[in-house]
């Protein structure tokens, strides 16, 4: 007898691509990761205020991280059986209770439990928004992850902005100020629970193993593990930005805190502007053409960026960003495909494990960072792009709906 699995975002047909909810959950994803991102962006004040190691921030990072990765394949793996639409609502809060402790943590211990809090509502908020995306998708699967990535990319990219002209000048107290950002939040998840609740009433069932073309069980294991090696990849150089470029620029060039992170928001921003591009894109040309240019071709700027000038470190890091942003997102509807019926299980796997190699990567560049230079930890990690090549064993799947 097979087995059925109960895909939840496949149990309705929709006519069209669902516009508001996508808006919806997008702008709730940009609001989630702005909260998340002034983590790393006050790491320059908590350095100084707290007497802290790199070696102290790469443990703050791991901390946030870890517990926003660990649960992730569990969540989705759960509500793939057991949709729960208002744990969306109540991932939030746990972020908003992190972030109101961060903004009062006196020591290096309360800084762990605050991180540990804002990435414990990661862990909650993203595999059921990542379903809900697909969900809205119309069947633009591409797209809708595009949109809903765009989202926190954005956010990830205002958080080292607005703590440059908020958090830098009045103090870590000012951090709570953004807890309106997490009721607004709270607000639209509410809106979108809703929606999702409704429908999910008659879930249609559907067969786990006829949906990819001319692909067997054993190419899809090797391709879900060149696919975690290439977020290895990824998200250990994303580590060395999103954590160090601010200290990097400081370093080199002599910088202020307040002009270092408006640099980091050029990088996340060409971040955000070239993960919408990377969906779409996939939905037209295929996923794996995709994943070779986000991810090898980054390697030529990856290898210039630690030699050039202020002015061309800038250039070189908006084009790393807007190039490698487009990979998440093709990755994840290209395992989506090759495991149908699993989107929780995929979303869970590859966001936590995404923000898992984050943390490990910010653990161990600190560490590197403080036995070396940050300068050496930046010329080593330029060509962690090259492991791209990689994607030379990714079959060429050809999707088909089952029956």
Avoid at 37 to 66: E, H, M, N
Avoid at 103 to 124: E, H, K, Q, R, T
Wanted: proline content about 5%.
């Amino acid at each position: 007898m097979n087995s059925v699995v109960l895909d939840p975002s496949e149990s309705k047909v929709k006519p069209a691509l669902v516009a508001p909810i996508l808006a919806a959950i997008s702008m709730s994803h940009f609001l989630n990761d702005m909260m998340q991102s002034l983590i790393a962006a006050v790491y320059p004040l908590l350095k100084d205020a707290y007497r802290l190691d790199f070696g102290q921030l790469g443990w703050i990072t791991f901390t946030f991280q870890l517990t926003a990765s660990i649960l992730q394949p569990f969540v989705g793996h759960f509500t793939d059986k057991t949709p729960k639409p208002f744990s969306l609502p109540i991932g939030m809060s746990c972020s908003l209770c992190g972030l109101l402790l961060l903004a009062v943590a006196n020591s290096f211990g309360w800084l762990l439990l605050a991180a540990g809090l804002v990435g414990l509502g990661s862990s909650v908020f993203h595999p059921e928004a990542s379903r809900v995306a697909r969900l809205a998708s119309g069947g633009q699967h591409g797209l809708a992850q595009s949109v809903f990535q765009v989202g926190g990319n954005a956010g990830a990219a205002l958080g080292p902005l607005l703590a440059s002209l908020i958090v830098a000048p009045r103090g870590q107290g000012s951090l709570a100020w953004f807890s309106a950002a997490a009721f607004l939040a709270l607000l639209l998840l509410m809106k979108v629970s809703y929606w999702y609740r409704d429908h999910l009433t008659q879930p249609k069932p559907r067969q786990a193993s006829t949906a990819v073309a001319g692909v067997s069980r054993k190419q899809v294991g090797v391709a879900l593990a060149v696919l975690g090696t290439l977020i290895f990849s990824k998200y250990f150089y994303m580590a060395s930005m999103t954590s160090y470029y601010t200290f990097y620029l400081i370093d080199r060039f002599q910088l202020p805190i307040g002009t270092a992170q408006r640099y980091l928001f050029i990088f996340l921003g060409a971040i955000a502007v070239g993960t919408i591009i990377g969906g779409p894109i996939g939905d037209r040309i295929g996923r794996k053409r995709v994943i070779w240019v986000s991810i090898l071709g980054v390697l030529p700027f990856s290898v210039l960026l630690p030699h050039a000038s202020l002015f061309w470190t800038a250039v070189l890091s908006a084009i790393i960003g807007l190039i490698l942003a487009s990979a998440f997102s093709a990755i994840l509807v290209y395992a989506q495909e090759l495991m149908p019926g699993r989107v929780g299980t995929i979303s869970g796997l590859f966001f936590g494990f995404a923000f898992g190699m984050g943390g490990i990567g910010a653990a161990v560049l600190g560490q590197l960072a403080d036995h070396t230079s940050i300068r050496f930890v930046f010329e080593l990690c330029a060509y962690l792009p090259a492991i791209g090549i990689l994607t030379v064993l990714l079959p060429d799947t050809k999707p088909r709906l089952a029956a």
